[in-house]
Every structure is written in C-alpha cells, then in structure tokens.
C-alpha cells in the first residue's frame, strides 16, 4: 500500500501517488461502507472486538474537542465478506453524548453501526479524511492483533469521518486490511 505520510497526518483525499488505485474507490467513497462491502460478497458479519469506556488516542480526542484523557465509548469491530476480515473499524463517543441523540450506540451489539447511521436522514456526515497508519499508530496494532495469525503489511491506508446528530459528533475510522482487495470495486 505504498508510501506512508506521518501517522497523525490525515489527509481531505488520498494521494494519488500513494495509494493503489484500486483501494482509492474505498477511501473515497462517501456513502455507507457496511452497504458498498454487503453488495460485493454473500456473507457479510460484524465481529466487535471491544465496546467499552476508554481514553481515546490524542488526534481522536481533539477532533471530538475532550479534554486529554477523558473517556469516551470505544467500539472496535471487525467487518468480514464471506467470512474474510476486510475492515477494522473504531468508533469513539464522547461520554456526554450516549444519552438522547446517540443512544443507539449502546445497544448495537453485532450490528453494523453504518447501517444504523445512513438510516437516519437526521445524521450529517462531515468530510472523510484518510491517513496511512504504520507500526508507529496504535490502531495498526489493533488491527493487527484483531487478525493474528496473519501478518499485515508494514502500513494500512484508513479513512474517518466525524458523524453529527442534534449537535453531538461521533467519530468513525476505517482501516482497510489487504483483503478488502480481494472484493470488486
């Protein structure tokens, strides 16, 4: 998947030099993730590895605007076609905003959190942004470890968006896994 900008550098587009042209449709896609991954395989799963209170990473915070350390609700999940792991995806709520508007997001269990927030006409997606996270990034290591005994490559491009409902945000990141390769664009 190329060359690697610094970890906490998120992008508004991919580059072009940088990222395989056939990942590029994933990355920039606007519409529903959970939907574009359903249409390509006959199977499609969601495994969620965590949903718990934790101290989102440094970046997620700020973008969130909490305070350094201050918990938050964490999702990671793993999303599969037919069985193959394609998708690792974090969500991160801020405490303050589980009650009324996102209060969805407790009771989620193995669904897809995509389905439920393209669902809702009243949710505005902000912008994507993309970076490529390396072994300096927590999240690659999450990712890798979400898929142990397989080895990823040294850099995963991955892409987030910031979700807005009645003035309370919440924030998506995808990291794309060499697998997502494998389904049609």
Request: with cysteine; charged share 25%.
């Amino acid at each position: 998947m190329r060359i690697r900008p610094h970890p906490e550098t998120w992008l508004e587009r991919p580059p072009r030099a940088r990222v395989l042209p056939q990942l590029r449709p994933w990355l920039t896609d606007p519409g529903s993730l959970t939907a574009r991954i359903r249409s390509r395989c006959s199977l499609f799963s969601v495994e969620v590895l965590a949903q718990r209170l934790a101290v989102p990473h440094p970046d997620e915070a700020a973008l969130l605007g909490l305070r350094r350390g201050e918990l938050a609700w964490l999702r990671e999940v793993l999303l599969a076609a037919d069985g193959v792991p394609v998708v690792f995806a974090r969500s991160i709520l801020p405490r303050h905003n589980v009650r009324g508007a996102w209060i969805l997001f407790q009771g989620l269990g193995s669904r897809p959190l995509g389905a439920a927030l393209f669902a809702d006409p009243r949710i505005r997606r902000q912008p994507l942004a993309c970076s490529c996270l390396d072994r300096r990034d927590a999240r690659y290591h999450r990712a890798s470890a979400a898929v142990a005994p397989r080895r990823l490559p040294p850099a995963l491009w991955a892409r987030r968006s910031l979700f807005g409902l009645r003035g309370r945000t919440l924030l998506v990141s995808e990291v794309f896994l060499p697998t997502i390769l494998e389904l049609p664009t």
